[in-house]
């Protein structure tokens, strides 16, 4: 089940859905900070606040026993975080290089017979990441 199987499993999903809430709030505020600019908020989104965040979801990977978040099957959590992690690591491209676990499991959730047809087909679209009034759409 996409929600996870079991209280104790979609507890985890809740709590991977809200982390990924707090994080996608801060990567969305740079995006569009119109009183700030990217160029300012990006050293402590990137140097900073990005850093220790996935830091903590690498551990919880890594507790998980993988290949993803919680475990060995699949939830929607996953998708949402391979979502986000591509629209960081377009924003910084070696943003995941001390955290190669999480870069395998994007690529293994790219891997998934669904999503790999999904992003094949003609309506994926892989850019603007955010809206077009956004000051960073990718």
Known sequence: ELLGAGAGHRAQVQMLL?????VRGRYTK?????????????PELVGTY???KLAWLDAFLARSGGPFL???????ADLAWY???DQLEALEPTLLDA???LRAFGAGVAQLPAIKAFLASERFI???FNNL???WTG
């Open 50 to 52: 990005l850093p220790e």
């Open 126 to 128: 892989d850019r603007p």
């Open 83 to 85: 979502d986000l992690l």
């Open 30 to 42: 740079a995006c569009y900070a119109y009183d700030q600019s990217l160029a300012e908020l990006r």
């Open 133 to 135: 009034s956004a000051a």
């Open 18 to 22: 809200c982390f990924l809430q707090d």
């Open 99 to 101: 955290w190669p676990a």
């Open 70 to 76: 919680t475990g060995a099957a699949v939830t929607v």
